[in-house]
């Protein structure tokens, strides 16, 4: 079996038998595992070996498989062995062996070679050539018949009606041609711009005397914004428009037709704002606002360490939480002890229940009969030996 490199379409047959008796053929196999060696390589397994049974009732134990891994042989070789290893936990293993191939030509067309080992082309890339296609050396015939042209030691002689479609003009030994492009841009497409002319190309110089003066005479010119015209001493431009009094005015933003009435109106405005200010209480008003400063400079000193807003009802204390903060004040009368606690073990010692007043133990209960305010141990006279207190 020979396949040519780089096919991945071509498959190859083997026989299943029994892995035991080396004879049955065995039908309805899966899962093959197929190895793999080009030239001589590792042997390496197929990734997904592709294996079909080709018949169970007319070809029983006959397999294909699609050799589509690694066909390609190296760059240097002209064919190289291609060894398969193919297992099936039933059956015996087989070893097949094919040769993958360079293919001298490809698929399509028939070379023809000659006795003498020429080849015969007659079409490039499905086009028919001739020897003049192909760059043979093929020499002119001068002639004057339909794809000749006139020859003369090797100079053409051509005779030129039309240039771009339009018929040349030969008298006066000028050429009349239409020339419709210059450099490859169209005309009148921007072909010449200022771009196009080197610095100080065209002067006055280039043109004939007075040859600009008609192209003034004869149109309306429209100056450019933002260009600047030079008058000489006692020359004007004639044309333009004349602003009147009233479009001053209105530029400069006066309301009314001259400067002493609007300076009157301010007087009259400053007097208005002087009634409503009042009469300064010192030398002016600024020395009025001065004074101001200095006072509220003394105050402020006074005023920083004030609440944000004193107004505040959360910034002042209410009477409840004045006595919460001196009944539980820590150490109020005692270290450890607050004036809430001794309110509470007083109350207990005067006001409670108490038992075991004979005893060695006497307890004081609180108001409320919940709880042993004090734990006393007494001896045989009522003297207090040891105390425990709850104040809680």
Known sequence: MRIPSGKIDQAIYFVAVDSVDLTTRKTGLTSFTVYRSRNGGTATVYTT????????????????????????????????????????ASMASVNRVIELFRRDTTSGRTATVDANGR???????????TARDIGASV???????????????????????????????????QLGVNVVNAGGTAWNSGAITANTFAAGAITAAKFAANALDAVWSTATRVLTAGTNIVLAKGTGVTGFNDLDAPSVRAAVGMASANLDTQLSTLA?????????????????????????????????????????????????????????????????????????????????????????????????????????????????????????????
């Not at 009732?57 to 398969?84: F, H, K, Q, R």
């Not at 053409?156 to 771009?164: D, G, L, P, R, Y």
């Not at 704002?273 to 009025?288: F, H, Q, R, T, V």
């Not at 004081?364 to 207190?389: C, E, H, M, P, Y």
């Open 49 to 88: 070996p592709t294996v079909t049974e080709l018949s169970a009732a007319n070809m029983p134990g006959v397999y294909s498989l699609l050799i589509d891994e690694d066909t390609t042989i190296a760059s240097t070789s002209d064919a190289e062995e291609y060894c398969l290893h193919i297992t099936q």
């Open 119 to 129: 080849v015969d082309v007659s079409a490039i890339q499905g086009t028919n050539q």
């Open 139 to 173: 020499l002119l015939s001068s002639g004057t018949g339909t794809g000749q042209v006139s020859l003369t030691a090797g100079v053409v002689s051509a005779n030129t009606t039309q240039i771009a479609g339009a018929a040349v003009n030969t008298s006066s030994a």
């Open 268 to 392: 009259t405005n400053d007097n208005a704002i002087s009634n409503k200010l009042g009469a300064p209480a010192g030398a002016s008003l600024s020395a009025d606002i001065a004074a101001v400063k200095a006072d509220t400079a003394t105050i402020k000193p006074k005023t920083d360490n004030l609440p944000a807003a004193p107004a505040a009802v959360g910034d002042i204390p209410t009477a409840n939480q004045n006595a919460d903060a001196l009944l539980d004040r820590a150490s109020g009368i005692e270290p450890g002890l607050t004036p809430r606690q001794g309110w509470r073990l007083w109350s207990a010692a005067l006001l409670g229940k108490a038992n075991g007043l004979g005893t060695g133990t006497a307890i004081f209960r609180d108001t409320n009969d919940t709880k042993d305010r004090i734990n006393a141990s007494v001896d045989q006279d009522g003297n207090r030996l040891a105390v425990i207190l709850d104040p809680s």
